[in-house]
């Protein structure tokens, strides 16, 4: 079955620490994956996704497909950071699987 | 333009009631789409439109009704809904179905809720 994994309902971190937040998948093909964040009262967001290869905001994610991992990084973490984070994986042409969500708490 | 619109933001309904929820997107999207977000939950996909058609319908109860008037326009029609389908909605929209990660693009929400 397709699923998509976080383990960490909430991460902790104090600012300028480094963050990682987990995602792991199962899926059968050609994966493709996304983070969007959400901060508080705002829309779910698009952060990265792995066919682009891209840094937003000091993230970057790395598609490991021997692990199945798409784990979020970030060097030193800001407060602005904290918020809700979802990986999500695409299944077949429209429908994209989310994972549960890790709260981020970035602590002064 | 590169947002998704919805409206209303709050919505307030009896169980008999009939109401609708509109999403508008000017992006030139081809794929749109309802979800439903519980409180710290991921979205849960409800229905896909992909050029106008339907493409999913993840087994929602008929109670809800959606509609794709045009390609950028998503409305969905509520009727004798139920408590437990007080949440928030989202819509999005996507440019279509190729494969190259394209992402979704959401909108606010309405904050629906059943009296």
């Known amino acids: 079955a397709q699923r998509v994994t976080q383990p960490e309902k909430l991460l902790s971190v104090f600012k300028g620490a480094p963050v990682e937040l987990k995602c792991n998948y199962s899926y059968s093909g050609s994966p493709e994956l996304f983070w969007y964040v959400q901060y508080s009262r705002q829309r779910l967001q698009l952060l990265l996704r792995h066919i682009s290869r891209e840094s937003i905001k000091g993230f970057t994610a790395d598609l490991n497909k021997g692990e199945t991992s798409f784990h979020l990084k970030k060097p030193f973490a800001q407060e602005e950071d904290s918020a809700m984070y979802y990986c999500a994986l695409r299944q077949g042409t429209y429908k994209y699987i989310f994972g549960t969500g890790t709260r981020l708490k970035v602590l002064a | 333009d590169t947002e998704v619109t919805q409206t209303p933001k709050h919505l307030v309904m009896g169980m008999t009631n009939k109401k609708s929820l509109k999403c508008e997107q000017h992006m030139g999207h081809r794929a749109m789409y309802w979800y439903k977000q519980k409180a710290k939950k991921p979205p849960e996909l409800m229905f896909v439109?992909?050029?106008?058609?339907?493409?999913i319908n993840e087994s929602v109860p008929s109670r809800f009704s959606p509609e794709c008037p045009n390609s950028s326009l998503l409305n969905l029609h509520l009727h004798a809904l139920q408590p437990e389908d007080s949440a928030p909605y989202l819509c999005a929209s996507s440019q279509g179905g190729q494969p190259g990660g394209q992402p979704q693009h959401f909108g606010d929400g309405t904050r629906l809720s059943i009296l």
């Open positions: 439109y992909s050029y106008e058609k339907l493409s």
